[in-house]
């Protein structure tokens, strides 16, 4: 054998992971699920300001580079009450919320047949959009994301996908009220259902 045919071989070697993969290069999941969010701030007395709990929904792509490990990009979004809580009384609405979710990460696939575990992490950022009466503020920080979920082929390329995340960031109250208010770290955490389409 040449040392020609021998460069051509490697090269088509390393080459068959990708190419001879049993997943699709390309996959998009829309999705739609439920958010718990974390406290915005934290004030005295056990007072605290906080969106509320409500209905999520986004899409995620990824390219599958292998089996086993994926490129992710996701973007989310949730409308809900914008609440202040206060000892004995509760939680009380006192205007509404959007939150926009961007991010990108990796993802390790666990191996299955038909059936597979997989783990991601990543950043990007959380945009929200406060409303109180004619008030509005915006705001967007830098946030952090873990995740976990299991994908279940219904077909090589369609299958339902079945993941829980947890975003993690600090509200900017300096880019909202040109007041820089101590913040939580939040950990808002999202449960989706999807439906995993592949190319």
């Given at each position: 054998m040449t040392r020609l045919s021998s460069v051509i071989l490697l090269i088509a070697g390393s080459a068959t992971p990708v190419l001879a993969q049993d997943r699709p290069v390309f996959e998009i999941t829309p999705n739609v699920?439920?958010?718990v969010f974390g406290d915005l701030w934290q004030g005295p007395v056990g007072t605290?300001?906080?969106n509320g709990n409500g209905a999520f929904y986004g899409v995620q792509g990824a390219v599958n580079l292998t089996n086993a490990f994926a490129i992710?990009?996701?973007v989310g979004q949730a409308r809900t009450d914008l609440s202040i809580g206060v000892p004995i009384l509760g939680g009380l609405d006192v205007g509404d919320s959007e939150t926009t979710l961007y991010d990108a990460g990796i993802q390790l696939q666990f191996p299955g047949r038909t059936t597979r575990p997989f783990v991601q992490a990543g950043?990007?950022?959380?945009?929200?959009?406060?409303?109180v009466g004619p008030i509005e503020v915006d705001a967007s920080n830098p946030a952090?994301?873990?995740?976990?979920?299991?994908d279940m082929d219904l077909s090589r390329s369609v299958g339902l996908r079945?993941?829980?995340?947890?975003?993690?960031?600090?509200f900017d109250f300096a880019d909202a009220i040109l007041y820089d208010l101590q913040s939580e770290t939040?950990?808002?955490?999202?449960?989706t259902v999807?439906?995993?389409?592949?190319?």
């Open positions: 699920g439920y958010i605290r300001l906080t992710t990009a996701s950043a990007g950022m959380a945009s929200y959009r406060l409303r952090f994301h873990i995740g976990a979920g299991i079945i993941q829980a995340r947890d975003y993690i960031g600090r939040a950990h808002n955490l999202a449960l999807g439906l995993r389409v592949g190319f």
